[in-house]
């Protein structure tokens, strides 16, 4: 069975919203804290989001104010809601999860989803 699955890209306009869903085993979701990485045509993978076991969450610098981290325990299920979205936030983006609280690094994370694409137009 997989781990973490992720769903909700899409085509979308700039200035407009869109929300990712990542849908995660129970065993993972209720021991890990859950982050949204992406990563962009010719880019290294970034750093977006984390939420941890309490609710704590963190953003990287490029989406504080726009992009909001969720979880939801009883459907095992943590969420990304884009706003205001912009062209260079197209990517792939990946739900991923750790055993560290409120993890940056990718090296930090043990479960990786295959990535869902969110492409941004002008």
């Known amino acids: 069975q997989e781990q973490l699955v992720e769903s909700g890209g899409g085509l979308v306009q700039a200035g407009g919203s869109r929300r990712l869903s990542c849908a995660a085993s129970?065993?993972?979701?209720?021991?890990?804290?859950m982050g949204w990485f992406r990563q962009a045509p010719g880019k290294e993978r970034e750093f977006v989001a984390t939420v941890n076991w309490s609710g704590g969450t963190a953003y990287a610098d490029s989406v504080k104010g726009r992009f909001a981290i969720s979880r939801d325990f009883a459907r095992n299920t943590v969420w990304l809601q884009m706003n205001s979205l912009k062209p260079e936030d197209t990517a792939l983006y990946y739900c991923a999860a750790s055993p560290k609280t409120l993890a940056t690094m990718q090296s930090e994370y043990t479960y990786w989803g295959q990535g869902t694409p969110v492409t941004v137009s002008s």
């Open positions: 129970g065993h993972i979701f209720g021991t890990y804290g």
